[in-house]
């Protein structure tokens, strides 16, 4: 038997679950670090993905509820282009990648796991990162904990 402790994972199974859609965000700020996000701008906001396929895993999503690209207006749509510039300049300051995958899955059949909330994925990646754990056994490492990458990506959007 094969074992893989993520001890971070039993917050989310004894945790309550949400009811409602995990990108329609409060006004209140006092829970940006406990949901992971980085930064609040006029039309979407960056946070973290909390289940990453890589340290620095970054979504970004507009505050309204919108399921398609082509329901954003310019204005959403001009700062979540920015917004994809920035994150990329910093991904790249703090970590180094090789490169970085950035997407969008529309629609279910397309990989969107919350389809509901147009979502905008930033992946950094590193010329091996698909090491022998992802080949061999279907097992990503995140060598990093959430929190400290939240502390240290959190002081780019100052």
Same mark, same amino acid.
């Given at each position: +038997?094969?074992?893989? !402790?993520?001890? !971070?994972?039993?917050?989310? @199974?004894?945790?309550?679950?949400?009811?409602?859609?995990?990108?329609?965000?409060? =006004? /209140?700020?006092?829970?940006?670090?406990?949901?992971?996000?980085? /930064?609040?701008?006029?039309?979407?906001?960056?946070?973290?993905?909390?289940?990453?396929?890589?340290?620095?895993?970054?979504?970004?999503?507009?505050?309204?509820?919108? +399921? #398609?690209?082509?329901?954003?207006?310019?204005?959403?749509?001009?700062?979540?282009?920015?917004?994809?510039?920035?994150?990329?300049? @910093?991904? =790249? *300051?703090?970590?180094?990648? /090789?490169?970085?995958? @950035?997407?969008?899955?529309?629609?279910?059949?397309?990989?969107?796991?919350?389809?509901?909330?147009? #979502?905008? #994925?930033?992946?950094?990646? !590193?010329?091996?990162?698909?090491?022998?754990?992802?080949? +061999?056994? *279907?097992?990503?490492?995140?060598? =990093?904990?959430? #929190?400290?990458?939240?502390?240290?990506?959190?002081?780019?959007?100052?």
């Amino acid at each position: +038997m094969k074992q893989l !402790w993520c001890p !971070w994972r039993i917050q989310y @199974i004894l945790g309550p679950k949400a009811d409602a859609c995990v990108f329609c965000l409060p =006004e /209140h700020k006092e829970e940006d670090e406990e949901r992971l996000i980085l /930064h609040r701008g006029m039309r979407n906001f960056v946070v973290m993905n909390k289940y990453p396929y890589n340290n620095g895993h970054l979504l970004i999503a507009p505050y309204r509820h919108v +399921m #398609h690209i082509r329901d954003l207006d310019a204005d959403e749509a001009g700062e979540a282009m920015a917004l994809l510039q920035r994150c990329a300049g @910093i991904l =790249e *300051e703090h970590f180094s990648p /090789h490169g970085i995958n @950035i997407g969008l899955n529309l629609g279910e059949a397309a990989g969107a796991g919350i389809r509901e909330h147009l #979502h905008f #994925h930033l992946v950094p990646r !590193w010329n091996g990162d698909s090491s022998f754990m992802a080949v +061999m056994d *279907e097992v990503r490492v995140i060598p =990093e904990h959430l #929190h400290s990458t939240y502390c240290a990506l959190k002081k780019y959007f100052a």
